[in-house]
């Protein structure tokens, strides 16, 4: 199982984590920030518990790419 969470109100809008994990991130139209899919807001930090550990990779160089590191993986 792997824990993604986004801090997504200290987005910079770099685009980084929609271009390297795009079945994870997406950019939102309205404000210009990432959106991390199917995720559950708590208190400003977006979650997803994600069974699949296939898409590790992309996802853990989408947060080491991120300028403000405001995405954290987590495997349990």
């Known amino acids: 199982m792997i824990v993604i969470t986004l801090q997504r109100s200290k987005c910079i809008g770099c685009n980084y984590c929609a271009e390297l994990a795009p079945k994870k991130f997406v950019m ?26 296939s898409q590790l990779n992309d996802i853990d160089n989408a ?8 995405i954290s993986v987590k495997e349990l």
Do not use: N, Q, R
């Not at 939102?28 to 550990?53: C, I, M, N």
């Not at 947060?63 to 405001?70: E, L, N, R, T």
């Open 28 to 53: 939102s139209k309205k404000d210009g920030k990432s959106v991390l899919l199917h995720s559950v807001d708590k208190k400003g930090f977006f979650t997803v518990k994600e069974p699949d550990h």
């Open 63 to 70: 947060a080491k790419a991120c300028p403000v590191k405001i």
